[in-house]
Every structure is written in C-alpha cells, then in structure tokens.
C-alpha cells in the first residue's frame, strides 16, 4: 500500500510561520498530484492547496498568498509552507496523494493520519 507520514505540526502564534511535510513510502508504481487538505473539530474536510506532477500549484482563496506548496519527487515528498498564520487556521491538516499502485493500476487516492495545526496567543 501506499503510507502517507505527516509532520511539522504544532502550536505557533499568530503571524508565525511552520512547514508540514508529507513523505510517501510502501509499494507504488507512480505518484500524481499531492495535496493538502485540513478539518476543524464539526467541520468538513476543505481543501487548503494541491499542486500536479508539472508544478502547477492551486490554493484556496483563505490560503492565497500566505501557504505555499512544494514537491519533491525525488523525495516522494510534498511540502506546506504556511506564513501569517492566523486562529482560523486551526485545523488537522492531512496529506493527500493520488497514486498507481502498478502500471496497470489506476490512479487512487490515499491519506495520511493527519498533523495538529494551532494558532494560538
């Protein structure tokens, strides 16, 4: 299968700055998009950013111009890099990748176990 390892979670002030990673590991033929995606305690999963196999990035508008998103392949990795954060960014943040599993397999999607977010005073 494929396993998704969140880190880089925690709590920061607002206006601060962290960086989630999300390393891919197990058995897969080939990785495609990768995204991040996050949820508040009673609300639904939204999506926060995802970027394809090209390096074409997409946010949503809360995130624009604050969160940035990386990948590198060689490192079957992608990246969040989060500035000015603010309270409302308080959240479970998990890491989704679109994957075959073999060359015959189609593309499937797969998530990590999440990492903390906290925005506090």
């Known amino acids: 299968q494929v396993h998704l390892v969140e880190s880089g979670g925690g709590l920061v002030q607002p206006g601060g700055s962290l960086r989630l990673s999300c390393a891919a590991s197990?058995?897969?033929?080939?990785?495609?998009?990768m995204g991040w995606y996050r949820q508040a305690p009673g609300k639904q999963r939204e999506l926060v950013a995802s970027?394809?196999?090209?390096?074409?990035?997409d946010y949503a508008d809360a995130v624009k111009g604050r969160f940035t998103i990386s990948r590198d392949d060689a490192k079957n990795t992608v990246y969040l890099q989060m500035n000015s954060l603010k309270p409302e960014d308080t959240a479970l943040y998990y890491c989704?990748?679109?994957?075959?599993?073999?060359?015959?397999?189609?593309?499937?999607?797969?998530w990590g176990q999440g990492t903390q977010v906290t925005v506090s005073s």
């Open positions: 197990g058995l897969f033929f080939r990785i495609d998009a």
């Open positions: 970027i394809t196999t090209t390096n074409i990035p």
């Open positions: 989704n990748t679109r994957a075959m599993r073999t060359i015959m397999s189609a593309l499937s999607d797969y």
